[in-house]
């Protein structure tokens, strides 16, 4: 009974253990320290977007991601401070551009993804 009881401890602890590592890390990537950015198409004409930025290190990233809908998460990659999106009428961004715009990326933030369009209120 002994070695029963020290193994479902055991089992327990490293349950608690690996649930804490997770919880840790979901708490970490939502929005401490830059953010997934999603886009949102509302003037659909975006086929493609460009962002060219600073990662959450600090670091120069950029990348183009297709845009098949109206709402496109971009997993993967965190953003903070400024960020230019540039947005193509065809896939893998080629062609001329449709527009661009800069956008702040706070280094905080209360979800996984900070929400960005191409619609410019003004």
Not at 13 to 23: K, P, Q, R, S
Not at 24 to 39: D, L, P, V
Not at 82 to 99: E, N
Request: net charge positive; aromatic share 12%.
């Amino acid at each position: 009974m002994k070695l029963k009881s020290r193994m479902a401890k055991t089992a327990g602890a490293l349950a608690l253990a690996v649930a804490g590592v997770a919880g840790a890390a979901g708490t970490a990537a939502a929005g401490s320290n830059g953010q997934q950015i999603e886009f949102f198409d509302k003037n659909h004409i975006a086929e493609s977007v460009w962002l060219y930025g600073t990662n959450q290190n600090g670091q120069i990233a950029a990348g183009c991601w297709d845009t098949p809908g109206y709402d496109t998460p971009i997993p993967g990659w965190w953003w903070k401070g400024k960020v230019t999106l540039v947005s193509y009428g065809s896939k893998g961004c080629k062609g001329p551009a449709t527009w661009s715009r800069n956008v702040d990326i706070p280094a905080q933030w209360s979800s996984d993804y900070y929400g960005v369009s191409d619609h410019i209120k003004g």
